[in-house]
Nanobody, 120 residues
C-alpha cells in the first residue's frame, strides 16, 4: 500500500520557520510530481508548491521567496522549508504525490496532513 506521512508541523511565532517532511512508502517507483497543499479553516485546499522528479519547482504566489520545496529521491521524501511565516499561513498542510500512467493521466495520493499554526 502507498502511504504518505507528513511531519514537522507545529506552533511557531510570526517570522519564524518550520520544515515539513513527507515520506512516501510502499512504492517501487519514483513519483513524477510531489508537492504540498494547505487548507485553512473555512477555506478551500490550495496548492502551495510542487516539485518534479527532475527538480523543477512551482510555487503559489503567496509563498514565493519564503518557502522552498525540495526532495530526496533516494529516500522518496519531499520537504518544505518555510521561512518568514505569517499568521495567514496557518493551515493543515497536506503532502501530495502523483504517479502518471500516461502523459496526461495520473493517480493522486495524499497524506493525512500536519497542522501548522503561526501565532504569538
Amino acid at each position: 500500500q502507498v502511504r504518505l506521512v507528513e511531519s514537522g508541523g507545529g506552533l511557531v511565532q510570526p517570522g519564524g520557520s518550520l520544515r515539513l517532511s513527507c515520506a512516501a512508502s510502499g512504492i517501487i517507483f519514483r513519483f513524477e510530481n510531489m508537492g504540498w497543499y494547505r487548507q485553512a479553516p473555512g477555506k478551500e485546499r490550495e496548492l502551495v508548491a510542487t516539485i518534479t522528479s527532475d527538480g523543477n519547482t512551482n510555487y503559489a504566489d503567496s509563498v514565493k521567496g519564503r518557502f522552498t520545496i525540495s526532495r530526496d529521491n533516494g529516500k522518496n521524501t519531499v520537504y518544505l522549508q518555510m521561512n518568514s511565516l505569517e499568521p495567514e499561513d496557518t493551515a493543515v498542510f497536506y503532502c501530495n504525490a502523483k504517479k502518471y500512467s500516461s502523459s496526461s493521466v495520473y493517480t493522486n495520493y495524499w497524506g493525512q496532513g500536519t497542522q501548522v499554526t503561526v501565532s504569538s
